[in-house]
């Protein structure tokens, strides 16, 4: 058990500081510059590392310093980087994100990300056999995802899909997936027109719908349970539901039950909005007992 596999993506996350975002042709001044890795993929293939899974990390990068750094990073966190494939031709993905009036605002330039293709997954499969949980994102093909969901299915591997950025996707494919993850607007974008009541009584993956301050809601037997989050003051909310996912991996692979794991996740992503920088940020294991023991 505790076999994780991310399929997803590798950034490096450019955050400004600034007291305000500039209007369109105005120039501000900025009070910081943080480079640190990212990506939803990556960041979550950390979260879980931190909180004690066995994780692989499957994806693209270039071949340049930014390769060089994440490369660096994932290993840091003793996650096995074997299926992290080097492009010549394009650079490391980008995320430009702008921190200002308590919220954040970004651009990601996919790069090497746009490049993980159905022979990134076959090429990783000698670990993705063994997984206990494969977890997916939305930063690289959707054509890749849909793949990636099948080949699993196939192979009875269960598949974690949080659906973010917002995307619509083949719902043939929704039905294959063990977890689904989104939030209220990626819940749109996958079921449109249609009711959270309707997507709770009718999908056949597990629903869990992060609701941001209001915690979790997750589906028990077609109504919306909720999971209450804590209560802390943000500093950076870059990469929460990235915390949230791989924690609530890292829970379920580990037995829990599905209100502990999302417990779990609420905690994990509680403490890391405290901290600045996405990957940074996330707790390792004895932060989240000590968090969740002092919450009761």
């Not at 975002?21 to 910081?32: C, D, W």
């Not at 003793?78 to 494939?85: A, E, Q, S």
């Not at 989104?182 to 999908?203: C, D, F, I, K, M």
């Amino acid at each position: 058990m505790n076999n994780i596999v991310v399929i997803g993506s590798c950034n490096i996350d450019l955050t400004v500081l600034a007291n305000k975002r500039p209007k369109a042709g105005e120039t501000i001044l900025g009070e910081g510059l943080n480079t640190s890795p990212g990506g939803k993929g990556a960041n979550q293939a950390v979260a879980a590392a931190k909180l004690g899974a066995h994780v692989t990390m499957v994806g693209c990068i270039g071949q340049d310093t930014y390769g060089d750094m994440m490369l660096k990073n994932l290993k840091q966190y003793g996650i096995d980087t074997t299926y992290l494939v080097r492009r010549d031709t394009v650079p490391t993905g980008t995320a430009h994100i702008t921190l200002a009036e308590g919220d954040n605002s970004i651009i990601v330039i996919l790069g090497a990300n746009a490049t993980v293709d159905e022979a990134v997954v076959d090429n990783a499969w000698p670990a993705i056999e063994k997984a206990d949980l494969v977890l997916l994102q939305n930063e690289i093909p959707l054509a890749t995802i849909g793949y990636a969901i099948t080949r699993c299915a196939d192979a009875n591997i269960p598949v974690l899909l949080n659906p973010a950025p917002a995307a619509s996707l083949n719902s043939a494919w929704l039905d294959k997936v063990t977890y689904l993850t989104p939030n209220e607007h990626e819940l749109s974008a996958l079921y449109p027109g249609v009711s959270q009541e309707e997507v709770l009584r009718t999908v056949k993956p597990q629903l869990l719908i992060t609701l941001g301050k209001r915690g979790v809601g997750y589906n028990n037997k077609g109504t919306l349970a909720i999971v209450p989050g804590f209560t802390v003051t943000p500093v950076d909310t870059t990469g929460a539901g990235d915390t949230f996912n791989g924690a609530f991996a890292a829970a379920i692979v580990r037995g829990e039950t599905m209100e502990q794991a999302i417990r779990y996740g609420n905690a994990a992503a509680a403490l890391s909005i405290q901290k600045l920088g996405a990957q940074e940020g996330m707790p390792f294991e004895d932060e989240v007992a000590t968090f969740m023991k002092e919450a009761h």
